[in-house]
Nanobody
Framework: QVQLQESGPGLVPPSQTLALTCTVS??????????WSWIRQAPGKGLEWLGG???????YYSPSLKSRASISIDTAKNQFSLFLNSVTPEDTAVYLC?????????????WGQGTQVTVSS
């Protein structure tokens, strides 16, 4: 069973860097056909895809973040992390990590439970 768990600070001051980690269990983060993403949901808004990386390490980012985001992978710890710099109160949201895998059996997605991040002084 694939499981994901987000961790990080609940409160980040404006202009600082937000760092979140997603710990993956049940599958190696380098397993073929897995894609790992960060997604957020701000109060009263829909889901927003922030970026992700493939099982081979290729990175993808949402243009809306204007290069503020970066994603790294730690294969030894089976984790991937999101770094979002120059945060503002508009970055306040529930942040979720996601795994997406396609195979001959079909497509599956797995989600973490989400972690609340508030940007405030």
């Amino acid at each position: 069973q694939v499981q994901l768990q987000e961790s990080g600070p609940g409160l980040v001051p404006p202009s600082q860097t937000l760092a979140l980690t997603c710990t993956v269990s049940g599958v190696s983060i380098t397993t073929t056909n897995y894609y790992w993403s960060w997604i957020r949901q701000a109060p009263g808004k829909g889901l927003e895809w922030l970026g992700g990386l493939s099982y081979s390490g290729t990175e993808y980012y949402s243009p809306s973040l204007k290069s503020r985001a970066s994603i790294s992978i730690d294969t030894a710890k089976n984790q991937f992390s999101l770094f979002l710099n120059s945060v503002t109160p508009e970055d306040t949201a529930v942040y979720l990590c996601n795994a997406d895998v396609s195979s001959v059996m079909g497509r599956s997605q797995y989600w973490g439970q989400g972690t609340q991040v508030t940007v405030s002084s």
